[in-house]
Protein backbone atom coordinates (compact mmCIF):
# COMPACT_ATOMS: atom_id res chain seq x y z
CA UNK A 1 0.00 0.00 0.00
CA UNK A 2 1.28 3.54 -0.43
CA UNK A 3 1.39 5.87 2.24
CA UNK A 4 0.77 9.42 1.67
CA UNK A 5 0.66 12.32 4.27
CA UNK A 6 -2.29 14.83 3.99
CA UNK A 7 -2.32 18.01 5.59
CA UNK A 8 -4.74 17.55 8.87
CA UNK A 9 -5.70 21.38 9.33
CA UNK A 10 -4.97 25.08 8.11
CA UNK A 11 -4.54 26.40 4.07
CA UNK A 12 -3.24 23.17 2.98
CA UNK A 13 -5.81 20.88 4.22
CA UNK A 14 -8.98 21.06 2.59
CA UNK A 15 -7.62 21.89 -0.95
CA UNK A 16 -5.06 18.80 -0.64
CA UNK A 17 -7.84 16.90 0.23
CA UNK A 18 -10.58 17.74 -2.36
CA UNK A 19 -7.50 17.19 -4.76
CA UNK A 20 -7.03 14.18 -3.97
CA UNK A 21 -11.12 13.45 -3.89
CA UNK A 22 -11.29 14.91 -7.88
CA UNK A 23 -8.04 12.78 -8.33
CA UNK A 24 -10.45 9.46 -7.74
CA UNK A 25 -9.19 8.55 -3.88
CA UNK A 26 -11.38 7.98 -0.75
CA UNK A 27 -10.60 11.02 1.71
CA UNK A 28 -11.84 11.02 5.69
CA UNK A 29 -15.49 12.23 6.35
CA UNK A 30 -14.21 13.60 10.02
CA UNK A 31 -12.05 16.06 10.61
CA UNK A 32 -10.70 13.78 13.39
CA UNK A 33 -9.93 10.88 11.70
CA UNK A 34 -5.47 10.15 11.39
CA UNK A 35 -5.60 7.18 9.28
CA UNK A 36 -8.08 6.23 6.14
CA UNK A 37 -7.52 3.26 4.25
CA UNK A 38 -8.54 3.31 0.53
CA UNK A 39 -8.22 -0.74 -0.38
CA UNK A 40 -9.72 -0.16 -3.87
CA UNK A 41 -6.71 2.12 -4.50
CA UNK A 42 -4.32 0.53 -2.49
CA UNK A 43 -3.58 3.85 -0.79
CA UNK A 44 -3.10 4.70 3.18
CA UNK A 45 -3.83 8.02 4.05
CA UNK A 46 -1.82 9.67 7.20
CA UNK A 47 -3.66 13.08 8.11
CA UNK A 48 -0.74 15.08 10.10
CA UNK A 49 0.39 18.34 11.27
CA UNK A 50 1.63 20.21 8.08
CA UNK A 51 5.01 21.20 9.99
CA UNK A 52 5.49 17.80 10.70
CA UNK A 53 4.93 16.00 7.16
CA UNK A 54 8.76 16.86 5.21
CA UNK A 55 10.09 15.20 8.61
CA UNK A 56 7.93 12.11 8.35
CA UNK A 57 8.51 11.43 4.39
CA UNK A 58 12.20 12.32 4.69
CA UNK A 59 12.70 9.18 7.41
CA UNK A 60 11.23 7.01 4.68
CA UNK A 61 8.09 6.28 7.16
CA UNK A 62 5.40 7.53 4.39
CA UNK A 63 6.25 7.39 0.71
CA UNK A 64 5.03 10.72 -0.41
CA UNK A 65 3.00 13.58 1.57
CA UNK A 66 1.33 17.39 0.30
CA UNK A 67 2.89 19.99 2.38
CA UNK A 68 4.36 23.72 1.62
CA UNK A 69 7.74 24.39 -0.45
CA UNK A 70 7.99 27.05 2.51
CA UNK A 71 7.30 24.43 5.24
CA UNK A 72 9.58 21.63 3.18
CA UNK A 73 12.86 24.27 3.51
CA UNK A 74 11.82 25.47 7.00
CA UNK A 75 12.11 21.54 8.38
CA UNK A 76 15.54 21.14 7.09
CA UNK A 77 14.71 17.49 6.15
CA UNK A 78 15.89 15.36 3.94
CA UNK A 79 12.81 15.54 1.06
CA UNK A 80 12.17 17.19 -2.42
CA UNK A 81 9.38 18.60 -4.03
CA UNK A 82 8.40 16.40 -7.11
CA UNK A 83 5.15 18.08 -8.15
CA UNK A 84 3.88 21.51 -7.62
CA UNK A 85 0.36 21.96 -6.88
CA UNK A 86 -0.75 25.19 -7.37
CA UNK A 87 -2.62 25.92 -4.26
CA UNK A 88 -2.17 27.68 -0.92
CA UNK A 89 0.28 30.31 -3.05
CA UNK A 90 2.24 32.85 -1.10
CA UNK A 91 5.11 34.52 -0.36
CA UNK A 92 7.64 34.71 2.53
CA UNK A 93 8.81 38.24 3.68
CA UNK A 94 9.95 40.27 6.25
CA UNK A 95 7.73 43.07 7.63
CA UNK A 96 8.56 45.61 10.31
CA UNK A 97 6.93 49.18 11.33
CA UNK A 98 7.10 51.91 8.52
CA UNK A 99 10.43 53.64 8.10
CA UNK A 100 12.01 50.74 10.47
CA UNK A 101 14.05 48.71 7.87
CA UNK A 102 14.46 48.39 4.13
CA UNK A 103 16.58 45.69 3.87
CA UNK A 104 17.92 42.21 5.69
CA UNK A 105 20.94 44.24 6.51
CA UNK A 106 19.17 46.47 8.50
CA UNK A 107 18.28 43.57 11.13
CA UNK A 108 22.08 42.88 12.15
CA UNK A 109 21.30 43.02 16.02
CA UNK A 110 17.94 43.47 16.14
CA UNK A 111 14.55 40.23 16.98
CA UNK A 112 12.90 38.94 14.41
CA UNK A 113 9.72 36.96 15.51
CA UNK A 114 8.73 33.92 13.18
CA UNK A 115 6.75 30.29 13.04
CA UNK A 116 9.66 29.45 10.63
CA UNK A 117 13.01 30.11 11.84
CA UNK A 118 14.76 27.48 9.87
CA UNK A 119 13.98 29.47 7.09
CA UNK A 120 14.77 32.53 8.41
CA UNK A 121 18.03 31.31 9.78
CA UNK A 122 19.23 29.95 6.54
CA UNK A 123 18.38 33.67 4.89
CA UNK A 124 20.37 35.51 7.78
CA UNK A 125 23.18 32.85 7.06
CA UNK A 126 23.08 33.42 3.65
CA UNK A 127 23.23 37.00 4.10
CA UNK A 128 25.66 36.87 6.91
CA UNK A 129 23.26 38.63 8.98
CA UNK A 130 23.55 38.15 13.02
CA UNK A 131 20.20 38.43 14.38
CA UNK A 132 18.22 36.95 17.12
CA UNK A 133 15.31 34.78 15.87
CA UNK A 134 12.45 34.09 18.32
CA UNK A 135 9.85 31.23 17.87
CA UNK A 136 5.98 32.01 17.94
CA UNK A 137 3.31 29.72 16.75
CA UNK A 138 1.10 32.02 14.90
CA UNK A 139 -0.19 35.55 14.81
CA UNK A 140 3.30 36.43 14.21
CA UNK A 141 2.33 40.33 13.30
CA UNK A 142 1.21 41.46 16.60
CA UNK A 143 4.71 40.75 18.42
CA UNK A 144 5.46 43.39 17.44
CA UNK A 145 2.73 45.58 18.90
CA UNK A 146 3.70 43.31 21.90
CA UNK A 147 7.08 44.57 22.09
CA UNK A 148 8.69 40.63 21.37
CA UNK A 149 10.31 41.87 18.09
CA UNK A 150 11.16 45.02 15.87
CA UNK A 151 10.65 42.63 12.73
CA UNK A 152 8.70 39.72 11.44
CA UNK A 153 9.27 37.10 8.94
CA UNK A 154 5.96 35.54 8.42
CA UNK A 155 3.67 34.19 5.34
CA UNK A 156 1.56 37.02 3.21
CA UNK A 157 -1.00 36.47 0.71
CA UNK A 158 -3.38 39.22 0.45
CA UNK A 159 -1.22 41.63 2.88
CA UNK A 160 -4.11 42.31 4.52
CA UNK A 161 -3.23 40.69 8.27
CA UNK A 162 0.28 42.90 7.75
CA UNK A 163 -2.01 46.08 7.19
CA UNK A 164 -4.09 45.31 9.83
CA UNK A 165 -1.31 45.22 11.90
CA UNK A 166 0.27 48.51 11.07
CA UNK A 167 3.43 46.63 8.73
CA UNK A 168 4.97 46.72 6.02
CA UNK A 169 7.02 44.13 4.06
CA UNK A 170 10.74 45.29 3.27
CA UNK A 171 13.29 43.69 1.36
CA UNK A 172 13.53 41.13 -1.11
CA UNK A 173 10.79 38.43 -0.99
CA UNK A 174 12.79 35.62 0.67
CA UNK A 175 10.61 33.04 -0.65
CA UNK A 176 7.33 32.12 -2.61
CA UNK A 177 5.72 28.78 -1.74
CA UNK A 178 2.74 26.78 -3.02
CA UNK A 179 1.67 23.11 -1.95
CA UNK A 180 3.63 20.45 -3.45
CA UNK A 181 4.06 16.72 -3.64
CA UNK A 182 7.30 15.69 -1.31
CA UNK A 183 9.36 12.49 -1.33
CA UNK A 184 12.18 11.44 0.14
CA UNK A 185 15.48 12.62 -1.24
CA UNK A 186 17.72 10.03 -3.23
CA UNK A 187 14.70 7.95 -3.36
CA UNK A 188 15.12 5.60 -7.05
CA UNK A 189 13.21 3.93 -9.35
CA UNK A 190 13.84 0.75 -7.96
CA UNK A 191 11.42 1.54 -4.80
CA UNK A 192 8.30 -1.12 -5.11
CA UNK A 193 6.43 2.03 -4.44
CA UNK A 194 7.67 3.53 -7.65
CA UNK A 195 5.17 2.37 -10.39
CA UNK A 196 2.07 3.23 -7.36
CA UNK A 197 3.49 6.96 -6.92
CA UNK A 198 4.09 7.44 -10.60
CA UNK A 199 0.33 6.66 -10.99
CA UNK A 200 -0.76 8.66 -8.01
CA UNK A 201 1.47 11.99 -9.84
CA UNK A 202 -0.26 11.09 -12.89
CA UNK A 203 -3.71 11.10 -11.41
CA UNK A 204 -3.00 14.75 -9.59
CA UNK A 205 -1.20 16.04 -12.94
CA UNK A 206 -5.10 14.99 -14.39
CA UNK A 207 -6.62 17.07 -12.14
CA UNK A 208 -4.19 20.05 -12.06
CA UNK A 209 -5.07 19.71 -16.42
CA UNK A 210 -9.20 19.25 -15.92
CA UNK A 211 -8.76 22.74 -13.68
CA UNK A 212 -6.64 24.85 -16.44
CA UNK A 213 -8.14 24.19 -20.08
CA UNK A 214 -11.49 23.23 -21.81
CA UNK A 215 -12.72 21.87 -24.56
CA UNK A 216 -13.49 23.47 -27.41
CA UNK A 217 -15.33 22.98 -30.21
CA UNK A 218 -15.64 24.91 -33.61
CA UNK A 219 -16.63 24.95 -36.85
CA UNK A 220 -14.82 26.74 -39.57
CA UNK A 221 -13.93 26.94 -43.06
CA UNK A 222 -11.13 24.60 -44.74
CA UNK A 223 -9.51 27.76 -45.98
CA UNK A 224 -9.25 29.30 -42.59
CA UNK A 225 -8.41 26.26 -40.70
CA UNK A 226 -4.44 26.80 -40.85
CA UNK A 227 -5.22 30.23 -39.32
CA UNK A 228 -7.81 28.76 -36.79
CA UNK A 229 -5.43 25.87 -35.76
CA UNK A 230 -2.80 28.62 -34.65
CA UNK A 231 -5.35 30.40 -32.46
CA UNK A 232 -6.85 26.70 -30.74
CA UNK A 233 -2.80 24.26 -31.16
CA UNK A 234 -4.30 22.03 -28.30
CA UNK A 235 -1.66 20.34 -26.26
CA UNK A 236 -0.26 17.85 -29.09
CA UNK A 237 -2.34 18.70 -31.98
CA UNK A 238 -6.52 19.19 -32.54
CA UNK A 239 -8.63 16.76 -33.79
CA UNK A 240 -10.22 18.02 -37.28
CA UNK A 241 -13.40 16.15 -38.82
CA UNK A 242 -15.14 17.22 -42.11
CA UNK A 243 -18.24 18.18 -42.46
CA UNK A 244 -22.10 17.66 -44.02
CA UNK A 245 -21.34 20.75 -45.39
CA UNK A 246 -18.36 20.59 -48.30
CA UNK A 247 -15.44 22.75 -47.37
CA UNK A 248 -16.61 23.33 -43.80
CA UNK A 249 -14.60 21.59 -40.64
CA UNK A 250 -14.86 20.57 -36.99
CA UNK A 251 -12.48 20.84 -34.97
CA UNK A 252 -11.77 20.12 -31.74
CA UNK A 253 -9.15 21.03 -29.07
CA UNK A 254 -8.09 21.74 -25.13
CA UNK A 255 -7.24 25.39 -24.53
CA UNK A 256 -6.40 26.90 -21.56
CA UNK A 257 -9.34 28.20 -19.67
CA UNK A 258 -8.22 31.44 -18.78
CA UNK A 259 -7.86 32.06 -22.14
CA UNK A 260 -10.81 30.64 -23.46
CA UNK A 261 -13.07 33.72 -23.81
CA UNK A 262 -10.52 35.44 -25.92
CA UNK A 263 -10.31 32.52 -28.22
CA UNK A 264 -13.82 32.58 -28.98
CA UNK A 265 -13.57 36.11 -29.85
CA UNK A 266 -10.87 35.78 -32.07
CA UNK A 267 -12.27 32.44 -33.61
CA UNK A 268 -15.30 34.10 -33.87
CA UNK A 269 -13.88 37.23 -36.04
CA UNK A 270 -12.28 34.54 -38.01
CA UNK A 271 -15.21 33.08 -39.50
CA UNK A 272 -15.60 30.13 -37.35
CA UNK A 273 -19.24 29.61 -35.93
CA UNK A 274 -20.95 27.10 -33.82
CA UNK A 275 -18.03 27.66 -30.85
CA UNK A 276 -18.53 25.63 -27.73
CA UNK A 277 -16.45 25.28 -24.58
CA UNK A 278 -16.81 22.29 -22.28
CA UNK A 279 -15.26 21.21 -18.66
CA UNK A 280 -12.86 18.81 -18.57
CA UNK A 281 -13.50 16.02 -15.39
CA UNK A 282 -10.49 14.28 -15.72
CA UNK A 283 -8.00 13.46 -17.83
CA UNK A 284 -4.45 11.25 -18.50
CA UNK A 285 -2.13 13.32 -20.64
N1 LIG B 1 -3.21 33.03 4.05
C1 LIG B 1 -2.56 32.11 3.38
N2 LIG B 1 -2.67 32.04 2.02
C2 LIG B 1 -2.00 31.12 1.31
N3 LIG B 1 -1.22 30.19 1.87
C3 LIG B 1 -1.09 30.21 3.19
C4 LIG B 1 -1.75 31.17 4.02
N4 LIG B 1 -1.43 30.92 5.31
C5 LIG B 1 -0.61 29.87 5.29
N5 LIG B 1 -0.42 29.44 4.03
C6 LIG B 1 0.40 28.32 3.59
O1 LIG B 1 -0.05 27.19 4.29
C7 LIG B 1 1.05 26.46 4.78
C8 LIG B 1 1.04 26.53 6.29
O2 LIG B 1 0.14 25.66 6.69
P1 LIG B 1 -0.23 25.57 8.23
O3 LIG B 1 -1.37 24.66 8.25
O4 LIG B 1 0.96 25.28 9.04
O5 LIG B 1 -0.58 27.03 8.62
P2 LIG B 1 -1.88 27.82 8.33
O6 LIG B 1 -2.46 27.47 7.02
O7 LIG B 1 -1.43 29.21 8.52
O8 LIG B 1 -2.85 27.30 9.47
P3 LIG B 1 -2.90 27.64 11.03
O9 LIG B 1 -2.03 28.81 11.24
O10 LIG B 1 -4.35 27.91 11.23
O11 LIG B 1 -2.45 26.40 11.71
C9 LIG B 1 2.30 27.11 4.26
O12 LIG B 1 2.73 26.46 3.09
C10 LIG B 1 1.86 28.52 3.99
O13 LIG B 1 2.60 29.15 2.95
O1 LIG C 1 -1.59 38.14 3.63
P1 LIG C 1 -2.83 37.52 4.19
O2 LIG C 1 -3.87 37.24 3.14
O3 LIG C 1 -3.38 38.28 5.35
O4 LIG C 1 -2.44 36.04 4.68
C1 LIG C 1 -1.31 35.82 5.49
C2 LIG C 1 -1.69 35.40 6.88
O5 LIG C 1 -2.34 34.14 6.82
C3 LIG C 1 -1.72 33.26 7.74
O6 LIG C 1 -2.26 33.46 9.00
P2 LIG C 1 -3.28 32.48 9.74
O7 LIG C 1 -4.67 32.91 9.49
O8 LIG C 1 -2.95 31.09 9.39
O9 LIG C 1 -2.96 32.75 11.26
P3 LIG C 1 -1.58 32.51 12.01
O10 LIG C 1 -0.77 33.75 11.77
O11 LIG C 1 -1.97 32.37 13.42
O12 LIG C 1 -0.93 31.30 11.44
C4 LIG C 1 -0.28 33.76 7.77
O13 LIG C 1 0.41 33.33 8.92
C5 LIG C 1 -0.43 35.25 7.71
O14 LIG C 1 -0.63 35.80 8.98
MG1 LIG D 1 -1.12 30.23 9.99
Known amino acids: MLRIAVPNKGSLSGPASAMLHEAGYQQRKESKEL ?13 LRPKDIAIYVSAGRLDIGITGQDLLVDSGAGAEAILPL ?3 RSTFR ?34 GVDASVVHLDGAVETAIELGVAQVIADVVE ?8 GLEVFGEPIMKSEAVVIRRTGADTSDPAQPKIEQFLRRLQGVLVARSYVMMDYDCRAEHLE ?58 L
Open 35 to 47: VLVDPENEVEFFY
Open 86 to 88: GFA
Open 94 to 127: FAAKPGTATAVEDLAGRTVATSYEGIVAKHLAEH
Open 158 to 165: TGTSLRNA
Open 227 to 284: RAVALTPGLESPTISPLHNEGWVAVRSMVPAKEAQRVMDDLYALGARAILTTAIHACR
